[in-house]
């Protein structure tokens, strides 16, 4: 009987070796091991055998069995390793070759907008920092002083993720380490700059963020930027100077006028929101003007509340500092003259052949960080 087994098996590793293709190999696992296989059907006689005989028989069986399947794993992976080779080998692009056509899409203005905005804070000594788009509650909440009852959170129109619902409702969630939602604002970014860098900071943080809101002017996704700045003595004279600064060399005019009207964010304190002064010009708003028609609300600040800046394991009466936040999409609206946000996310090749840049017009701030 040993003699048999051992027969067998050379007889079907040899047919597993032979197999040419995955459908063989599959062939030969069917005979072997399927339902009606050879070996399965040699496991079922041990059943009907006496103690003694399954003592010896049991372990060859089982023995033979597991040589058959570890060498269809092993065929298997041989095959599957040359079919994708044979598939990389067909699959070569010639990058060398000229193009065919010229390429038909255009720098988006969302894009041409977070150039514009490295290149005008770089020259003020700002680095760009960046943060996950799935946060903790602890980053996107909690560390910016909006704790859970706060009434903030209600107000951000949060996408919560599935993974941390199920974490807290299995007891495992840790507000700090759990990625539960995706970020509301960039201000998250604030938290994870604290953390990992030591002050003097000097960051703006240009990114994605998501709220459960959709109209004219409001998209589920859209972009913010983020500021922040951390040393000692900072006032809100610098944040007003430095704001001033980015409004003037972004709608590159120097007749801006800024209003800073008070306001709340949990944050910061105090808050201010700022306005820009627009003109009208054949009945359009147009951001710049000596003597404004009227005010545009651009951007909230502040300076960084001292919890904040604790929360990040910081001294607050050492380090001080400002902060601002800034919806991108509306910038660029503003400033390129689109009067809905919808289409910026269409990816309609009109609408971007129309309001996109060339990609060799890139920003700076000799050449002009405009069109
Ligand atoms: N995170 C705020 C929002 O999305 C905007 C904001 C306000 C950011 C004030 C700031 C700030 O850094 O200081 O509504």
Redesign the pocket.
């Known amino acids: 009987m040993t003699e048999d087994l051992n027969q067998m098996r050379d007889h079907m590793l040899t047919a597993i070796a032979a197999a040419s293709g995955l459908d063989a190999l599959d062939a030969c696992r069917v005979e072997a091991l399927g339902k009606q296989g050879t070996i399965t059907l040699l496991l079922k006689t041990l059943g009907k055998m006496t103690p003694e005989e399954r003592l010896v028989q049991g372990p060859q069986i089982q023995g033979l069995r597991e040589a058959v399947a570890n060498g269809i794993a092993e065929r298997k992976a041989t095959l599957e390793r040359a079919a994708l080779d044979a598939r990389l080998a067909s699959e070569t692009l010639d990058m060398t070759l000229p193009a065919d056509a010229t390429p038909a899409g255009t720098i988006h203005p969302v894009s041409q907008v977070m150039d514009e905005l490295a290149e005008i804070f770089a020259d003020l000594g700002f680095a760009v920092a960046t943060g996950p788009e799935i946060e903790t509650d602890w980053h996107n909440f909690t560390a910016?002083n909006i704790p859970e009852t706060h009434p903030a959170r209600a107000m951000?129109d949060t996408f919560y993720l599935q993974q941390g619902i199920d974490a807290k409702a299995a007891g495992t969630a840790d507000e700090k380490t759990t990625f539960s939602l995706l970020r509301?604002?960039?201000?998250p970014v604030?938290i994870r700059t604290m953390l990992s860098q030591k002050p003097p900071i000097r960051i703006i943080a240009p990114g994605r963020?998501y709220r459960s809101d959709s109209d004219a002017t409001h998209t589920p996704m859209f972009h913010?930027v983020?500021?922040?700045v951390i040393d000692k003595g900072i006032t809100l004279g610098h944040l007003k100077w430095t704001l001033e600064t980015f409004v003037k060399a972004f709608f590159e005019r120097d007749d801006i006028v800024l209003r800073l009207r008070p306001?709340y964010?949990p944050?910061?304190e105090p808050?201010v929101?700022i306005d820009v002064g627009y003109t009208l010009v054949k009945g359009k708003r147009v951001v710049g003007g000596a003597e404004p028609d009227g005010w545009l609300e651009i951007?909230?600040?502040?300076m960084?509340h001292r919890k904040v800046i604790e929360a990040c394991g910081l001294d607050p009466d050492e380090w001080q500092g400002?902060?601002?936040?800034?919806?991108i999409d509306r910038l660029a609206m503003l400033k390129y003259g689109m009067d809905d946000l919808r289409p910026f996310f269409d990816g309609d090749i009109r609408w971007l052949k129309h309001y996109g840049f060339s990609s060799l017009d890139v920003p700076t701030l000799s050449g002009g960080v405009g069109a």
């Open positions: 910016l951000h509301t604002h960039t201000s604030q963020t913010q983020e500021g922040l306001s964010f944050f910061t808050s929101e951007l909230g600040s502040g960084v400002f902060a601002f936040g800034c919806g």
